[in-house]
């Protein structure tokens, strides 16, 4: 048994460890700050859907578990070292390398046992080395597309990030994610044709609800 005073030596690291990973609640998804989206989700709102996505998969052949670790860890290091992003234009060997720093320093922080686990559940996402980190990376995918899909909803404002969407293009294979891929997609096709078709009233009527001058104009049957 552990004596008091390292025990409460341990309490003390693993308080700093938790008040270390709150910043992921202050630190907002890059590329939604870089597309100017109004109160950009943070990059803790981005890992809890992921775990919830972890969370409702019904592939009985999947560890739902290790899905749920992996999604909570995977992002971890962000805490630190920021949401480095691709057009923040540092190497995928430089930003390995600062994430990797700052997972040891985390996982110092925490006992033996734990300390291993996130660290190994970190590295297995970061080199994709199990069926689950790459199921997982893929509701990494999904989670960013939902979202970019939701930001156009509330701004009114469809396609306009488009480039999210093409990015992952040929990256999901796992059936349960390209069900809900699809379901995405005709969701968004609907948005789209509803935001056109307001936009086309729009044009027709004009703000105090006459009919344009085009349309009086147009020559019609009598």
């Known amino acids: 048994m552990a004596a008091p005073q390292e025990k409460a030596a341990g309490m003390s690291n693993m308080l700093k460890f938790l008040k270390i990973i709150g910043q992921l609640k202050r630190v907002p998804r890059t590329g939604w700050v870089y597309r100017k989206v109004k109160e950009p989700e943070s990059v803790s709102d981005h890992m809890y859907r992921m775990a919830v996505m972890s969370l409702t998969i019904t592939d009985p052949a999947v560890d739902k ?65 199990s069926s689950e980190a790459r199921l997982v990376k893929q509701f990494d995918l999904l989670e960013m597309i939902l979202q970019a899909h939701e930001y156009e909803e509330l701004e009114g404002t469809p396609g306009r990030l488009q480039e ?11 059936q349960d994610v390209l069900q809900l891929i699809s379901s995405l997609d005709e969701e968004r096709g609907r948005h789209t044709a509803k935001e056109e078709d307001e936009e086309e009233g729009k044009n027709k009527t004009g703000a105090d609800g006459s009919v344009s001058e085009t349309l009086l104009t147009t020559p019609h049957d009598s």
Request: aromatic fraction near 10%; hydrophobic fraction near 35%.
């Open 164 to 174: 999210f969407f093409d990015s992952t293009a040929g990256r999901f294979q796992h």
């Open 65 to 129: 578990d290790r899905c749920i670790k992996l999604a909570l860890v995977h992002d971890m290091a962000e805490s630190i070292v920021g949401d480095i992003a691709p057009s923040d234009n540092v190497s995928k060997e430089e930003k390995h390398r600062r994430e990797k720093e700052a997972m040891r320093h985390l996982t110092s922080l925490l006992p033996e046992g734990l300390k291993k686990e996130i660290y190994s559940l970190w590295e297995e996402y970061e080199f994709q080395s």
